[in-house]
């Protein structure tokens, strides 16, 4: 199985209009595009997933002041998409149709393929107790890293194509939660990335 976008270079840069943060506020945060194809005899659903690798593990230190994150700081994991139920017909998201900008507080009902579930990302967490922020992030938002990190984050796109119609899901979930459901239930799986920087002193 192979995934694509046009939206982006597989290992090149995300443009600002699909990210939330950009050098002069925020960005477009529509959703990129994405396509597969190659699927697997007997794939039901597929899920979708987006992860930053890079995300600082100390979120005190994101937009410090007179501080510099340096490239060997631990990192963690940052989710930015978690979709699941994916119809098995669906081989192609267009660029913005699941998200086309940013809603504080979060998506209440993010758009997405008909049939498919879209999950919590962590901005809703980042932005737990923010009286301007705060509430359930679902479906996409974007790449938004801290400026003062001098690491370039990589964004994974992940889809996972399943012999399930339907991962036993609680309502409200995230990227693990899709993780841990769909275990022995994964045909195959493709994977693509893309890079963003908030810092123009960051190295690739």
Same mark, same amino acid.
Not at 15 to 20: D, G, I, L, R
């Given at each position: ?113 008909? =049939? !498919?579930?879209?999950? $919590?990302?962590?901005?809703? @967490?980042?932005?737990?107790?923010? #009286?301007?922020?705060? +509430?359930? &992030? ?35 979930? =995230? !990227?693990?939660?899709? $993780?841990?459901?769909?275990? @022995?239930?994964?045909?195959?799986? #493709?994977?693509?990335? +893309?890079? &963003? ?8």
């Amino acid at each position: 199985m192979q995934i694509r976008s046009d939206s982006f270079a597989h290992r090149g840069p995300i443009p600002a209009e699909f990210a939330m943060g950009a050098a002069d506020g925020f960005g477009g945060n529509r959703n990129p595009h994405l396509a597969w194809d190659g699927a697997p005899e007997g794939a039901r659903s597929f899920a979708l997933l987006c992860i930053d690798t890079d995300a600082p593990t100390d979120p005190s230190l994101a937009g410090k002041a007179g501080v510099e994150i340096p490239v060997a700081h631990p990192r963690g994991d940052f989710v930015h998409w978690a979709m699941a139920d994916i119809p098995a017909t669906v081989r192609e998201i267009a660029a913005g149709s699941c998200s086309d900008g940013i809603d504080r507080g979060g998506k209440r009902a993010p758009a997405g393929p008909s =049939g !498919a579930r879209q999950g $919590l990302n962590d901005y809703t @967490g980042w932005f737990a107790g923010d #009286a301007d922020m705060g +509430g359930d &992030y679902l479906g996409y938002d974007g790449p938004y890293p801290p400026p003062n990190d001098l690491r370039v984050h990589r964004y994974f796109f992940r889809v996972f194509a399943l012999d399930l119609d339907t991962l036993p899901l609680p309502e409200k979930f =995230g !990227a693990g939660d899709v $993780l841990r459901a769909m275990q @022995g239930h994964v045909l195959a799986e #493709a994977a693509i990335y +893309g890079t &963003y920087t908030l810092n123009p002193a960051a190295g690739g």
